[in-house]
């Protein structure tokens, strides 16, 4: 299986904000915003794998700035790394002015997805080569992620954990 880079799984999705997906403050709900995520994520996450994907979690959302109705939001999505059958999706959320058209980092989150065959099994997928620095950076970061979440979880054991370990050396 060859590697790919995250550059190939990239998807952006830009849309409105729209009266119906706002809130009594005229800002976009955040489960709006987090259906926009997982369907960008997920479209990276198929892009990477070739292979129907399922969302196995959402490790981490920030909500940093309100979303205003009538704003033009950009959601992008790339795959940050690959393990055996799951994928790490990291996500960036931008607010373009409408005037000036400079886009904002408004929220970002981290998904993770699971490539299944035809009878939902989970099946392999291609490794990852990051090649710019802040790719380079998410792909480290995402096994301490997963190593934290498999020791949350029970299925790891701390003293296991190798890359939280040198963390706290």
Known sequence: MTAKTPEQSKTIMTDLVLPSETNPLNNLFGGELLARMDRAASIAARR???RIVVTASVNHVAFNRSIPLGSVVTVEAKVSRAFKTSMEVFIDVWIEDRES???????EAIYTFVAVDETGRPIQVPEITPETKIEKERFVAALRRKQLSLVLAGKMKPNEATELKALFQ
């Open 48 to 50: 990477h794998s070739r």
């Open 101 to 107: 058209g400079l886009r904002d980092k408004a929220n």
